[in-house]
T-cell receptor, first 112, second 112 residues
Framework: EDQVTQSPEALRLQEGESSSLNCSYT??????LFWYRQDPGKGPEFLFT???AGEEKEKERLKATLTKKESFLHITAPKPEDSATYLC?????????????FGKGTLLTVNP | DAGITQSPRHKVTETGTPVTLRCHQT?????MYWYRQDPGHGLRLIHY???????DKGEVSDGYSVSRSKTEDFLLTLESATSSQTSVYFC???????????FGQGTRLTVV
């Protein structure tokens, strides 16, 4: 059974204070690892896809990295508008029909 | 935003009544998914579809059924609503070729 564990559950940062969110996973044949951002009352918004260990993707103040067991979402010099819940999900290969298994998320709050 | 529309956006219903939620897409994607999101549990897959009239169960399918008679529409039915089905329901779509999935805005369902 595919499993995704995110830590910490919640994180408070001051504006400009860089940090990282962790996503540990077990999956039978990783097809892809995905990061989403979710704002209150809205659906998850796609951020990144990572396919193989060593891969990195960047978007503005966010950088996602992948190893064989975990992924990190690095947030550099965050701003209050980066406050949201960040979700990690894995997609297994083979006959999975591209289903995503999600972690419970990390609630990020950035104070001005 | 990807062309996904969920209806209704909010619904209050009584225990024991049937309820149908609708997901409509304009992207012609093959795969469609229904998730529920609850505090402490994250996003959990209820049912999914990999083509017209092709559906399968997810991890929390008890008490739910689905139908897909057209590519663009995926219906989720709660056959006899219970208070444990109070949740936020998200529909997602995927083309199975590129990235994970794109999500709708959600339906908040309250069963009283």
């Amino acid at each position: 059974e595919d499993q995704v564990t995110q830590s910490p559950e919640a994180l408070r940062l001051q504006e400009g204070e860089s940090s990282s969110l962790n996503c540990s996973y077990t999956v039978s044949g990783l097809r892809g690892l995905f990061w989403y951002r979710q704002d209150p009352g809205k659906g998850p918004e796609f951020l990144f896809t990572l396919y193989s260990a060593g891969e990195e993707k960047e978007k503005e103040r966010l950088k996602a990295t992948l190893t064989k067991k975990e992924s990190f979402l690095h947030i550099t010099a965050p701003k209050p508008e980066d406050s949201a819940t960040y979700l990690c999900a894995v997609q297994a290969g083979g006959g999975s029909n591209y289903k995503l298994t999600f972690g419970k998320g990390t609630l990020l709050t950035v104070n001005p | 935003d990807a062309g996904i529309t969920q209806s209704p956006r909010h619904k209050v219903t009584e225990t024991g009544t049937p309820v149908t939620l609708r997901c409509h897409q304009t992207e012609n994607h093959r795969y469609m998914y229904w998730y529920r999101q609850d505090p402490g549990h994250g996003l959990r897959l209820i049912h999914y579809s990999y083509g017209v009239k092709d559906t399968d169960k997810g991890e929390v399918s008890d008490g739910y059924s689905v139908s897909r008679s057209k590519t663009e529409d995926f219906l989720l039915t709660l056959e006899s609503a219970t208070s444990s089905q109070t949740s936020v329901y998200f529909c997602a779509i995927s083309d199975g070729m590129t990235q994970g999935a794109f999500f709708g805005q959600g339906t908040r369902l309250t069963v009283v």
